[in-house]
Structure formats: C-alpha cells, structure tokens
C-alpha cells in the first residue's frame, strides 16, 4: 500500500481534541501504548475513523520500558511455546520491513561456562538442539543461521567475561528497537497517513451507554481540565497492565484477569562490559537469564553505555509508576558480576527503569516466567473489545486480531474486514537513508526520512545542532522537533520517551533539565512559574530513580554530576 502524503496539523494536539468533541468515530481505542497505537493504525488503514486517547504519554508506561528487543524468544521453545515463536519471528521480519529505521538487525552471544572451559556434554548439546530449532521456526528469515563460535572468538565479542570459565559459545541473530519511538511512530503513521485522531494525556473517567451497548467514553483534558464526550461504534480497552481498571468500567465490576509481571533493568558505562553485541548470561541459582545489551553507537564509534535486564518478577504493588528496589538493582548486578571479570557496583549505575507486562492469569504456576505470552482478546456483552497480554514484538498481529473482533460488533462489510498492515510501511521508512554517517546517522536510525525536518531546524539555527544533554547523542532540535511535531507537553515526555535521557545518563539529563525547559517553554507556552514546575518534576524522577534502590550519584567522565 502506498501511503498518503501526510496530513497537515494530523498529530496538532489543540487540534484533535477539537476533533474528538466534534466528530463520530468508528472506533475509539482507549490506551496509547504500543497494542493500542497499533490498533489504531490497523482501524484507520481499513477506512473507519478512528479516534485513540491515553491516560499519560505514549508509551508512558510499559511499552518505554521494555528490554527494547524484536525478538522470538528462545525460551519460550523451552515452555513448548512453538507457536509464539514462529508468530514472533514472522512479525519480527514485517517490523524489519517496514520500519528499517526503527529496528535493527542485532547478534546476539550465548555463552557457554564450565569449570576449566569444559563444558558439559548434555548442556552443550541441548543448547545446539535449541538453537536448530530457534532457526528452523523462523529465526533463519534474518538471513543468517546460528554459528558455534571459539572461546577466542567468544572472548573477542566480550572481553570482560571469565576466560577460565567460558568456552565456545553460539552466536545467532534477532533484532532491537527503542520501543517508545516505535510507539510513537505508530501512532503517528496512524494520525498523519490514515487519519486516525490521537490525544495523549487525556485519561477515560467514563464509558457511555445508550441501553446495553457502549457507545463512548468521557476524557479529561489533563492540562485544561475540560472533560470531552468521544461518540464512538465501538471501543477497544487496549490499556496494558490497566486495562482490567477500563473494564469495570464497562462491566461494574474489576475481573482481576491480569497479573503483572515487573522487567527490571539498569545502564551502565559500557566501557564496564565491553560488548560489542547483545549477550544472554545465566543467573546463578535461578532458572532465568539476563540481557546485556549495548545501546547504539555511530558505525565506527563505540557504545556510551550497556543495558542489563531481565523480566517476569511477580509484581503486587502499584502500577502507575513501578521503580527498580534496591533489590532489583542488586539481582541485577550479581548476574552480571558473575559473568564477568569487572566489579560493576552501585556506583556505576547511570539509569535505571522498571516496567509491568500484563501477562493473563493461565496458570496455576506460581511463577510469572510460566504464564502465556500469547494475547487474549476478549468483548464485553456491551460491545467493548479488550486485548491483554502479548509483547512488543507481536504488537501488529495483536492489533489485527482485535480488529477482527471490532468487525463482528460493527458488522463491517467483507471489504473492511482484512487487516492492510502486514506491509505497511511507518512513517519515516520512505526516505530513510542507512549509509547516513555521523551526526546525520544518529538522526536517521531514530527519525528515518523525517529527519531531513531536524536537520533543517539545525541548518537555520546552529545554536540547535548542539548537544540537548551532556554525553548524549541527542540534539538540542530534538527537543523542538519532539514539541512542534509529536506532540510532547511536558519535559518528562521529552527527556524521558522522546529521547532516552533519564534511561540513559539520569544525573546528566536532571542536570539539563533547566535549559531543555527554557528552550521548549516558549514553544508550549509556559509561564515561569509551570517551566520551574516542570523542571522540579523531572528532577524529582531522576532523584527518585536513584533514591529508590539508594544509588549514589554517578560519576562518568564527561556525563552527569
């Protein structure tokens, strides 16, 4: 399919909540994270108007806080879980395809360890079967096989691992992705291509009702206060680990269908770990392993920083802004010490974040690492369509097969009743340039050919083509870019979703936050008094962050305090 020329004033948010008060819509998707954003491009590409409110941010909450990996999942073969695996790895190849910008193609090193070397024959050989299978359910579609690779090669990808424990190891393909810009991105293909009306920071207070059919919802404007009427045929509760709070609206009762699960996951100096692709390495006395993952440098340069992660730690406290404990740092930090040669501490840790996946309660297992990847999609008897569970990577497909459920309440016509995205191409795919070199390569792995508008915005105003924060990539007409086009109001949706700063450099990005005010407060139209307010917001997450787990401030030559 061949995408409209973009739509004027389509991602202007005065401008759709004019539209969301004055128009019908087909659908109204409640929920702006990645399941909801992609539910919105699928509605809006088959033809209906389509409207998508959320509570905060885009990607507010789970879907900016991922392992940011396009993945199968190999241990999901180990669950038996074939099905997802093959499905993921399929979607994993249409993101490919269809945003080049966004999603990179990344090896990815497993590590075999054995006293001396040697490595046990039984584990060697489950690990190879494993990785035969990886390849022949779908991860060959990358175009490479796994490879066994020497202890010399293994050692070369990362130094710092113990070389008289370590042997030879596997290497095999997936691919990463920043998934808040992916999220974003979506909704934006949604809103500029197909029409869709997308409004952040416009919470649902109300589901409407005419008899026994929903026919709407009532949202609050967070920054006026105004509360809006959305008319709407049906509504789709995509709203994440919140979803089951949607649907007691609907049902005047909370089901409690999901369990949270909690991704931990912290950055540190990658001069600390040294690899040069992602690596999965055990953690002792647990079933579960962890990624260790190098955040993108310019070709030839070597990464700032690594991330290290894990997932699925059950989770019964508040959701609205879950925070790595001191715990989880330490968790993490014994994983990585013990596979590798450097004392990585508490000091060194530059960012931290956590987030919650609504996983669907599928099993009596005590564990969330047994719960079910796999989607659900259910509706309500007043027509109200909820999808729960999945995980970034099958966003598409979850997307397509809540559409299919929103045809039967609206009874669509054949012509509206297949998904058109399998192909379709984000905005910025068109025009993205993967030989860009230097700054100009920076700007087009996160903007694609829309970065010839950054760019443009740096020409005119030099004072632009700056750094936006000390030891970061980023630059200071980014931060007008996130304002004038994707619809940032706030600093944190600048600093934390629109570039990566606290997740990246937290002492560094609290440290510019004054100036990245100053510079977008004009644009927003801040009185001193709300940019002051907005700058000890963000400092106050930063503190937050690294009061949680009690870190000290960080201390990287060239970045943050």
């Known amino acids: 399919m061949i995408p409209s020329p973009a739509l004027p004033g389509a991602f202007e948010r005065g401008r759709n909540l004019r539209r969301l008060a004055d128009e019908h819509f087909d659908v109204l998707v409640v929920g702006g994270g990645i399941t909801g954003v992609g539910v919105a491009l699928d509605a809006a590409s088959r033809g209906l108007r389509t409207a998508l409110v959320e509570r905060g941010d885009f990607a507010s909450g789970t879907s900016s806080k991922s392992s940011k990996l396009v993945h199968g999942g190999l241990r999901y073969l180990q669950n038996g879980d074939v099905r997802l695996v093959y499905e993921a790895l399929r979607e994993r190849q249409r993101l490919l395809r269809n945003a080049p910008h966004l999603v990179r193609v990344m090896p990815f090193l497993i590590p075999m360890f054995g006293k001396g070397g040697v490595i046990h024959p039984k584990l060697e050989k489950a690990l190879g079967s494993a990785m035969w299978m990886y390849d022949l359910t779908g991860g060959a579609r990358i175009g490479k096989l796994h490879q066994r690779i020497s202890k010399e090669q293994t050692l070369a990808h990362m130094p710092t691992l113990p070389a008289d424990r370590v042997g030879a190891s596997y290497l095999y393909y997936d691919a990463q992705a920043d998934d808040a810009r992916l999220t974003l991105t979506v909704a934006r293909t949604a809103a500029e291509l197909h029409g869709a009306v997308c409004v952040n920071h416009a919470p649902v207070v109300e589901l409407t009702h005419e008899g026994a059919r929903t026919t709407g919802a009532v949202v609050e404007d967070a920054e006026s206060g105004d509360r809006i009427e959305v008319r709407a045929r049906a509504v789709v509760n995509a709203a994440g680990v919140w979803a089951d709070d949607i649907r007691a609206l609907d049902e005047g009762m909370h089901p409690h269908a999901i369990r949270p699960a909690k991704g931990i996951h912290l950055t540190v100096p990658w001069s600390l770990v040294r690899n040069d692709i992602a690596v999965i390495a055990p953690v002792p006395k647990d079933k579960r392993s962890i990624f260790v993952v190098p955040w993108p440098a ?102 397509a097969d809540t559409m299919g459920a929103v045809a039967k309440v609206l009874d669509l016509p054949r012509s509206q009743r297949r998904s058109r995205t399998a192909r379709l191409r984000l905005l910025g795919a068109d025009g993205y340039d993967p030989g860009a070199t230097g700054p100009d390569q920076h700007l087009h792995q996160r903007y694609g050919g829309e970065a ?85 917001e963000l400092r106050a997450r930063a503190a937050q962050q690294r009061d949680a787990p009690g870190l000290p401030d960080s201390v990287l030559p060239g970045v943050g305090s």
């Open 298 to 399: 310019p070709a030839g340069e070597e990464p700032a920083f690594t991330y290290i992660g894990t997932t699925d730690t059950d989770y019964d406290g508040p959701t609205e802004d879950p925070q790595c404990t001191r715990e989880d740092v330490a968790y993490l930090l014994d994983a990585i010490n013990h596979s590798t040669t450097t004392d990585i501490t508490e000091r060194h840790v530059v960012g931290t974040w956590a987030g919650l996946r609504p996983l669907v309660k599928a099993t009596t297992s005590g564990r969330t690492a047994d719960l079910s990847r796999n989607h659900a999609v259910v509706t309500s008897a007043s027509g109200v369509v909820s999808v729960t569970g999945g995980k970034l990577t099958t966003y598409r497909e979850m997307a």
């Open 452 to 536: 010839r508008v950054v760019q443009a915005m740096a020409e005119r105003d030099p004072s632009l083509g700056v750094p936006l924060v000390n030891g970061l990539p980023h630059l200071r007409a980014e931060a007008l870019y996130a304002v004038r086009y994707e619809m940032a109001t706030t600093l944190a949706d600048v600093l934390e979703r629109r570039v990566r700063g606290l997740m990246l450099s937290r002492d560094a990005t609290a440290d510019a936050a004054a100036a990245v005010a100053e510079l977008i407060g004009p644009e927003l139209g801040w009185s001193d008094r709300r940019r002051a307010d907005e700058v000890a």
